[in-house]
């Protein structure tokens, strides 16, 4: 009877730690959202605010970043997608992008971009752009 509600007590403790847990970007890509969003002019004045986390679906991120947080045992997020279309920004392209390294797209469409695609950009591995 004693094992039966060990079990059960560990059983109980363990689903409440492990649905408490939340998942966070990762703090490099942090570090790389903070330098494309000054660059692009979206700290601030715009919608990123990071005293929310990117991936948590908070403070305006849900409609720019969208993540996986299936690494390390659901505790780690990474940018899968990055959505800035029609934002009015009148940049050349940041090669920051390249600092993450799960982006699969990326939309820049109806802005007001200029230059050339940096050649960093090669090593993405975007399916759609």
């Known amino acids: 009877m004693k094992t039966l509600f060990f079990f059960a007590f560990s059983l109980i403790l ?5 649905f408490t847990q939340s998942a966070n970007l990762d703090p ?19 919608k ?10 908070q403070g305006g991120w ?4 969208f993540c996986d947080c299936s690494f390390e045992s659901n505790t780690t997020c990474h940018v899968t997608q990055i959505l ?9 392209l940041p090669t920051e992008f390249t600092k993450l390294p799960y982006l699969q797209l990326l939309d820049l469409s109806r802005n007001y ?9 090669a090593t993405m591995r975007l399916s759609n752009l």
């Open 84 to 92: 800035i279309s029609s934002q009015n920004i009148s940049t050349s």
């Open 28 to 46: 490099q890509e942090v570090k790389a959202l903070k330098e494309i969003g000054e660059k692009l002019g979206l700290v601030g004045k715009k």
């Open 113 to 121: 971009l200029r230059g050339t695609i940096p050649p960093e950009w």
């Open 62 to 65: 849900e409609e720019y970043i």
């Open 14 to 18: 363990y689903s409440q730690f492990s």
């Open 48 to 57: 990123w605010d990071f005293d929310k986390d990117p991936c948590s679906a």
